[in-house]
């Protein structure tokens, strides 16, 4: 598999185990990384990925019913690639009993990367929101406005 197909790979699995509920499973991507975002999270490791997760991301019945839609992806590979960053969009579409099916939250992030033994990895993923929509069947505390 190409450096891009895994890095590719890393940003889905991210928000495929995020729309499963599996914090987890999210928390472990992060293990050896940061996790920030413009709206002023940041948090360092699994431990602290799977807190804020847990803290913050409402779940109905063990999900939280998103769906993280990923576009945009441009991946820059550093010399002699052992290194990458990237960039990508998220739309975040949410349907609930009591909510219509909708996007709920739009932005970017800003992913950088480093190869191991184990193959590639997170090392820091930065979230720019930019667009936010009804986000109270999302969230138990909103961010704050881009």
Same mark, same amino acid.
């Given at each position: 598999?190409?450096? *891009? ?17 599996? =914090?987890?499973?999210? /928390? ?22 799977? /807190?804020?997760? *847990? ?34 969009? =998220? ?34 993923? =930065? ?20």
């Amino acid at each position: 598999m190409s450096s *891009e197909s895994a890095i590719t790979r890393l940003i889905f699995a991210y928000a495929e185990r995020l729309d499963l509920g599996d =914090f987890a499973g999210v /928390a472990a991507l992060f293990e050896h990384a940061t996790y920030r975002s413009s709206a002023g999270g940041h948090h360092v490791g699994a431990a602290g990925v799977l /807190a804020v997760l *847990e803290r913050l991301v409402k779940r109905y019945e063990g999900i939280p019913r998103t769906k993280h839609v990923i576009t945009n992806v441009m991946i820059d590979l550093d010399a002699p690639e052992q290194t990458a960053s990237a960039r990508s969009y =998220f739309t975040v579409y949410q349907a609930t009993p009591d909510l219509p099916l909708q996007a709920v939250i739009c932005g970017r992030y800003h992913d950088r990367f480093a190869l191991s033994d184990d193959g590639w990895r997170f090392t820091d993923r =930065f979230i720019i929101v930019d667009l936010v929509g009804d986000l109270r069947a999302h969230l138990h505390a909103p961010p704050r406005q881009p």
